[in-house]
Each structure stands twice: as C-alpha cells, then as structure tokens.
C-alpha cells in the first residue's frame, strides 16, 4: 500500500473507493495497522512535539505525496516516445527511460523532517530500521523502498538497521555513502560526514562505489566534505554520541576530574575542590540532557560523598570524611 493513499486517508482528502481499499488493507494484518498507526503517528508531530503551525506539520511529512499532474507528464512523455519512428524509437525509449528516472528522483523520494527544537523523532520503517532523527535532521526514501533500501540523510540520525543480506541497507550523505548489512551506527552531515559504529559492521564508500573504509565497532570516521578523502578513523566511546537518541549522555570511565570539568563547561561555573582527595577512580556516568547543576552536583555526592556551596559562578567542594 502507498504511503501516499494512507496519508490521503488519514487527511481525509481520499474519494470513497482509496478510503475502502485503505480500510480493508489495515484490517488484513496486524502488521499493516502498526504501520498505519505509525504514519498517523507522523501526522500528530504537531501536537507531540508541541508545533505550532501547520507549515511544521508539512516539513515532518513533507514529499510523502506525490503529485497527479506529475504523474500525467510522465504519461504524456510515454505518448510522445510511442509516436517516433521505428529507428528514433531506440534513442527514444533510451532518453523515455532516463526521463522516467528523473521524475522518479524528483517526486517519488519521500522526507521525514524533525522540526521540534527539544525532541528526537523515532519511527520505524517498512524493513523493520529503527531511525532516531535529531533536531533539524531529514531523511528521505522511495516508495519503492524495500526492494533498494537507499536513504538520504541530512543532519544527525542514529540507525538501527534490520538485517537482511539481500538487500544492503545504503545511507546516501552529501559527502560518503554509508553501505550496511544490518547494524546500529550514527551519522552527522555538515562540513564533514562523521559516522561512529555502535555494534556491527559498516563501509564507507565514495559516490562512484569505491571503499574508503570498513568500520569496526567502537570507530568514529570522518571524512573531508571538500576533498571527499577519509581524513580520521580512530576508536571512541560510541555512547558518548550515540546515547543523544535517549536524552542523555554515557560517559566510560570517566574520572571525577573529567566530571568536574564537565560540569563547569555545561553550567558557566568555577569549581574550586582538592584534585588529589578524590583519586584517579574510573566511573561510568550516565546524564540527562537537562540536569540542572544541583542535580549533577548531587550525581558528584553520590559518586564520593562531597559537600558543596554555590557562590555565584563559583562552586566549592571538599570531600566529606
């Protein structure tokens, strides 16, 4: 079934027979309504995510449909090659069909949009991928989308791709194409294309398809948006930016020290304390996004029992015996 038909049906702008066809297949199988719920899900951004114009609505679902008066140009350049001479008629079913791959490159690819400014949008798609969408980020397939699992990614989005070795999952980035049997990895657009592989195994590739490089779990690589050449492979914490997805942050074996310049970075503040009271004890911290100081203050006592005041911009620790 079309996304296209199911969002006309959720809209309300389908005629009788789409929204009879529509109702019958959402009835067929559990899994066409969890999809159906899901594309309404999509529909409601505007109230979960707090939008508050129908143009945010639009950029979340933007592309899903595709225009009928397009598709009746395509109709009219398959009159026009049909018409040419016999001879003609070979140049022309080649020009027919490079013309029926643009129009498919430019109305068949479908954009999911994350507008919110505080949120990250997670949905599902057809394969069974799990996509986590940061603030501002796009991603946009096919309809056709489960025979070629190709996706275009602007922005940051983490991936949790199904695994299915017939059809490699391919995320297209300005920059490097992203080649995945099944895996969980995140990607940031920009300047730079930076991937970090979580769990997995993926290939960087160029446009033209030759390999720049084979991830590992645990690697961030980036790769020059100018020069299109891998500049930087080297071994990370993949939590510490992946973990955005969950509204928070995990920190391995972090040490108090770290903490403290942590806390100084996210808040402004000053922190006056005896490095040497505390030790080199390597920690695992774990952090919402919106820890307010008291409360990463608090996650410090909790790490060694501290007492602490807050002066201005300035804070004093001293470890409590």
């Known amino acids: 079934m079309s996304p296209s038909k199911i969002l006309e049906f959720i809209n309300r702008r389908c005629d009788a027979d789409t929204a009879a066809e529509v109702r019958a297949w959402i009835t067929r199988s559990d899994e066409n309504r969890a999809e159906y719920l899901r594309l309404k899900q999509l529909c409601a951004l505007k109230d979960v995510h707090r939008h508050s114009g129908s143009s945010e609505l639009e950029g979340a679902t933007r592309k899903f449909h595709t225009e009928i008066a397009q598709r009746r140009r395509v109709g009219h350049l398959r009159r026009l090659v049909y018409t ?4 003609a008629a070979l140049l022309a079913v080649g020009l027919f069909a490079i013309g029926i791959e643009l129009y498919s490159e430019r109305f068949e690819w479908h954009t999911v949009a994350n507008t919110a400014t505080d949120e990250v949008l997670h949905f599902t798609l057809d394969d069974g991928t799990k996509i986590f969408l940061n603030h501002g980020a ?11 699992r190709n996706v275009r990614l602007r922005g940051e989005a983490f991936f949790e791709v199904a ?12 920059h490097v194409n992203i080649r995945v049997l099944g895996t969980a990895f995140d990607v940031i657009t920009g300047d730079t294309t930076v ?6 195994r993926v290939a960087l590739e160029t446009a033209s398809g030759r390999e720049l490089a084979t991830m590992l779990p645990g690697q961030r690589a980036v790769v020059d948006g100018t020069t299109g050449q891998l500049t930087a492979l080297d ?5 510490k930016y992946t973990s955005w997805r969950f509204n ?3 920190y391995d074996r972090i040490s108090f020290a770290e903490i403290v310049r942590l806390i100084e970075e996210r808040h402004g503040v000053s922190i006056v304390y005896d490095p040497a009271a505390f030790g080199n004890t390597a920690y695992r911290l774990v952090i919402n996004d919106d820890e307010t100081l008291e409360q990463m203050l608090e ?13 201005g911009e300035r804070v004093f620790l001293k470890k409590r015996p």
Do not use: K, M
């Open 84 to 87: 040419a001479s016999s001879v």
């Open 138 to 148: 796009e991603l946009s397939f096919r309809e056709n989308f489960l025979r070629r």
């Open 163 to 174: 695994s299915d070795p017939v059809h490699p999952f391919v995320v297209h980035t300005p």
């Open 195 to 200: 991937t970090i592989l979580e769990r997995g």
């Open 235 to 239: 071994q990370v914490q993949a939590g």
């Open 248 to 250: 928070h942050e995990v």
């Open 299 to 311: 996650i410090l006592n909790l790490i060694s029992p501290v007492e602490y005041t807050i002066q």
